[in-house]
C-alpha cells in the first residue's frame, strides 16, 4: 500500500531537511521510507527528515515533556539513515520558520516559541540572522578518544561535548589540513562511544579573537547523514571545545564557518547553569508531494 506525503523542504546554512506535518502523530516512517526520502538520487535528498507533531500526541517513549511546558510542537528528528536523533540545531530553526510558514503558531515581536525535542524543551527566537536557539545547558562528555580520518596523516585527541546530542571535536594544524580531508569516509573514533558521535574537525582563523569574537572554521561527519555543508550543534560543540583549549580570556560569543555559511554561537548565565545558543538563518525551499510505498 502506498500513501501521499505532503512535505516542505527546508535549509539552515545549507544542512537541508524534508519537515512534514503530524499533529494527530499517527504517521509512522519506518528507517527505511526515512532513507528513501533523503535519498539524493532516488528521494526528495536531504540530511534529515522533521515531524511536527503535537507533544501531547507523542507516545513512543520520548522523555516526557515538563507537565506545565508550553511546547505545543515536538521536532520529531531523523538522520538521513533512518535513525533517531535527539536535537538539531539547524533543524530546530527550520522547524520554526516552517510552524510559522504553515499558521501551526504564531510570534508576535519580541515573542519566542518553545520547542519540545529529544534532548528536552528548547526556546527559538528571531534575530537578525533568522533565528536563536537556546540550546540549554551542555558538558563535557569526558575522555579524549582517537580520532582517525582518510588524509590525517596521524591520529588526533578529541573531546567529547554533549549539547542534547553527541560530539566529538578535534583540532587541526591548518586549513591545508582541513581541507585535505576526506569526509567521503567515516571518521573511526577510539574507543567507539556506544552511541556513536557527530565528528568536528576545526581550525582557528587568523587572529582567533577579532573585535571579542572568537572565530573558527569546522567541516563535520555527522552521525547518521555522513559529511553534511553545516551542522547546528556541531558548531556549538566546536566553539564550546576551542573556548575550552583557550582557556581564561577566551570570549563568550563565536563566529563559525561551515562550508554552507556562518554560524552564531553564544555562551551566557541562565538560571540552572551555563547556557549555550546558536543563531543563524533558515530558509524554506520548496513544496511536495512524496508518494511513499
Ligand atoms: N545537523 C544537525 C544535527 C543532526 C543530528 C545528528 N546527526 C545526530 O545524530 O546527533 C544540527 O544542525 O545540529
Known amino acids: 500500500m502506498s500513501f501521499d506525503l505532503r512535505f516542505t523542504k527546508g535549509q539552515g546554512t545549507g544542512n537541508d531537511f524534508v519537515l512534514f506535518s503530524d499533529p494527530e502523530g499517527d504517521t509512522e516512517l519506518t528507517p527505511t521510507q526515512i532513507a528513501a ?53 539547524n533543524g530546530i530553526r527550520v522547524f520554526t ?7 501551526l503558531a504564531e510570534l508576535h515581536p519580541g515573542d519566542s516559541i518553545a520547542i519540545g525535542t529529544r534532548a528536552g524543551v528548547r526556546t527559538v527566537t528571531p534575530n537578525r540572522a533568522g533565528f536563536e536557539a537556546d540550546l540549554g545547558r551542555w558538558r563535557l562528555a569526558g575522555g579524549e578518544p582517537l580520532v ?39 571518521p573511526m573514533l577510539e574507543p567507539v562511544p556506544e552511541a556513536g558521535a557527530n565528528i ?45 583549549w583557550a582557556g581564561a580570556g577566551a570570549p563568550d560569543e563565536w563566529r563559525v564557518q561551515v562550508p554552507g555559511g556562518v554560524l552564531g554561537v553564544r555562551m551566557f548565565a541562565g538560571d540552572d547553569g551555563e547556557h549555550v545558543a546558536l543563531s543563524g538563518p533558515a530558509e524554506l525551499v520548496f513544496d511536495g508531494v512524496l508518494s511513499l510505498a
Open 37 to 89: 526520502v533523503c535519498d539524493r538520487r532516488f528521494g526528495v535528498g536531504a540530511d534529515g527528515v522533521i515531524r511536527a507533531v503535537r507533544s501531547r500526541n507523542l507516545d513512543d517513549g520520548a522523555p516526557a515533556l515538563a507537565a506545565d511546558s508550553d511546547a505545543t510542537w515536538f521536532m520529531d528528528y531523523w538522520n538521513a539513515d533512518g535513525s533517531v536523533s535527539e536535537m538539531c540545531g
Open 97 to 103: 520558520k516552517y510552524l510559522l510558514d504553515q499558521g
Open 148 to 186: 582517525r580520518a582518510k588524509n590525517l596523516p596521524v591520529a588526533r585527541p578529541g573531546i567529547g561535548i554533549d549539547v542534547g546530542n553527541p560530539h566529538v571535536v578535534v583540532a587541526l594544524a591548518d586549513d591545508a589540513e582541513l581541507d585535505g580531508l576526506d569526509l567521503a569516509y567515516q
Open 200 to 244: 568536528e574537525f576545526v581550525v582557528p582563523a587568523d587572529p582567533l579573537v577579532e573585535d571579542g569574537v572568537g572565530r573558527i572554521r569546522m567541516r563535520v561527519h555527522e552521525r547518521g547523514s555522513g559529511e553534511t555543508l553545516s551542522c547546528g550543534t556541531g558548531a556549538v560543540a566546536a566553539a564550546l571545545a576551542v573556548r575550552h
